[in-house]
Antibody, heavy 117, light 107 residues
Framework: QVQLVESGGGAVQPGGSLRLSCAASGFTFSNYGMHWVRQAPGKGLEWVAFIRYDESNKYYEDSVKGRFTISRDISKNTLYLQMNSLRAEDTAVYYC??????????WGQGTQVTVSS | DIQMTQSPSSLSASVGDRVTITCRASQSITSYLNWYQQRPGKAPKLLIYAASSLQSGVPSRFSGSGSGTDFTLTISSLQPEDFATYYCQQSDTTPFTFGPGTKVDIK
């Protein structure tokens, strides 16, 4: 069965950096695009970034462009999100999500990121 | 960006009730509309994709309809495990925006 396990979250000061990881299993990782989606405390869902299966294109939500970088390592079946210049408004649970061809078919359990001084 | 709205923002219903949630896109998204369920403290779960296709393993009491800008999620007979928040999402164009959610709780 598909499993997505996020790690790397934690508490960081404004301006700091974190790298999130997502270990994927139960499907052919190299055949599917992947997303990051976040949810601020008590708020709704916000799409953050997408990487195509072959890394040919990467897309970002405007507020994270230039600060966040999505990448993947096929040899490790792992998705990453490098987050730099973190702001208080980046505080959220970050979900790793498998793309099912224009829909988000499997979600990880999420990892908490807290940006605070 | 494509804006997504949902109504109502919350509703109270009883087990066995028929529940309908509507979602509207700010421009046509043809059928690139998905529905997710999120229970408290849990990750979202895909219910409906491409406006009306039922995701594998999802009970048949869930159904979706619509195209263009107006969409509907219907739960034909509400069950105790259906009390949750429901989100629509467009996958036509990046950024892939979500609606604000509809919280369904127990009357």
């Amino acid at each position: 069965q598909v499993q997505l396990v996020e790690s790397g979250g934690g508490a960081v000061q404004p301006g700091g950096s974190l790298r999130l990881s997502c270990a994927a299993s139960g499907f052919t990782f190299s055949n599917y695009g992947m997303h990051w989606v976040r949810q601020a405390p008590g708020k709704g869902l916000e799409w953050v970034a997408f990487i195509r299966y072959d890394e040919s294109n990467k897309y970002y939500e405007d507020s994270v462009k230039g600060r966040f970088t999505i990448s993947r390592d096929i040899s490790k079946n792992t998705l990453y999100l490098q987050m730099n210049s973190l702001r208080a408004e980046d505080t959220a649970v970050y979900y790793c999500v498998k793309d099912g061809d224009s829909y988000f078919d499997f979600w990880g359990q999420g990892t908490q990121v807290t940006v605070s001084s | 960006d494509i804006q997504m709205t949902q109504s109502p923002s919350s509703l109270s219903a009883s087990v066995g009730d028929r529940v309908t949630i509507t979602c509207r896109a700010s421009q046509s998204i043809t059928s690139y509309l998905n529905w997710y369920q999120q229970r408290p403290g849990k990750a979202p779960k895909l219910l409906i994709y491409a406006a009306s296709s039922l995701q594998s393993g999802v009970p048949s009491r869930f159904s979706g309809s619509g195209s263009g800008t107006d969409f509907t999620l219907t739960i034909s007979s509400l069950q105790p495990e259906d009390f949750a928040t429901y989100y629509c999402q467009q996958s036509d164009t990046t950024p892939f925006t979500f609606g604000p959610g509809t919280k369904v709780d127990i009357k």
